[in-house]
Nanobody, 123 residues
Framework: VQLQASGGGLVQAGGSLRLSCTASGRTFSSLGMGWFRQAPGKEREFVAAITGSGRSTYIADSVKGRFTISRDNAKNTMSLQMNSLTPDDAAVYYC?????????????????WGQGTQVTVSS
């Protein structure tokens, strides 16, 4: 499975960005998908996840109410809509795919990782 994340960039605090992750190499609807982020000097942390069907989603408390995860299985794409961004949201965002998700909030559940896309938030 190959994952390509895009959509990062520089945004002012309070602004919005939409990240996308395109997958290839396997039937997309069979993959559980997730977003994680890592800021300099910090450990990688869970942001959001979505099941293969899209019926269930999981959102980290730190972004709940501001971020929304979605997927379009017809387009092999997962998205993360990020609103009301703060400097604390600045990080490299990684998309990940899992053949079988046991713990969607845990990085160890995921088998494949994209290259990451940088999100910078100016105050």
């Amino acid at each position: 499975v190959q994952l390509q994340a895009s959509g990062g960039g520089l945004v002012q605090a309070g602004g919005s960005l939409r990240l996308s992750c395109t997958a290839s190499g396997r039937t997309f609807s069979s993959l559980g998908m997730g977003w994680f982020r890592q800021a300099p000097g910090k450990e990688r942390e869970f942001v959001a996840a979505i099941t293969g069907s899209g019926r269930s989603t999981y959102i980290a408390d730190s972004v709940k109410g501001r971020f929304t995860i979605s997927r379009d299985n017809a387009k092999n794409t997962m998205s993360l809509q990020m609103n009301s961004l703060t400097p604390d949201d600045a990080a490299v965002y990684y998309c990940a795919a899992a053949l079988r998700v046991v713990e969607p909030r845990m990085a160890r559940s995921y088998d494949y990782w994209g290259q990451g896309t940088q999100v910078t938030v100016s105050s």
